[in-house]
């Protein structure tokens, strides 16, 4: 029995169980997305209240800077990405079912995946005048 293996409970010996060596690196990006997700979201607010009142062409012209177009994708993947990593805390806690745990992990990573591609994409389209 080597150092490590005497803290750890009989049954994690046995089934050949321990730390998975993740945690922490998803609760650092969770954070990280947080912390830029509340700069964004200052500049998403006030991107927006500067356009009230404007028409189609000034809102379009306003996401065609290069500058507002790369921090709304930003905005956009921060939101994304940190909604995944939410909702798969959320799974691993309250679902117990494995089958259904997995089915779900994939379902919120496939929708948040392509939701985050179509936003990406109608900002680009917007952007490049489409």
Request: proline content about 3%; hydrophobic content about 60%.
């Amino acid at each position: 029995m080597s150092q490590a293996d005497k803290f750890r409970h009989p049954i994690k010996n046995a089934r050949g169980l321990g730390s998975a060596k993740d945690g922490v690196h998803h609760f650092m990006v969770q954070r990280i997305t947080a912390v830029a997700l509340l700069a964004l979201c200052v500049y998403v607010v006030w991107l927006l209240m500067t356009l009230i009142g404007s028409d189609y062409p000034q809102a379009r012209a306003a996401v065609a800077n290069p500058c507002n177009a790369i921090l709304l994708i930003a905005f956009l993947v921060a939101m994304f990405w940190h909604g995944q990593l939410g909702m798969q805390v959320v799974i691993e806690d309250y679902v117990h079912k494995p089958w259904l745990a997995l089915t779900c992990q994939l379902l919120v990573k496939f929708v948040c995946a392509l939701a985050a591609l179509a936003s990406i994409l109608a900002v680009v389209r917007i952007a490049l005048g489409a």
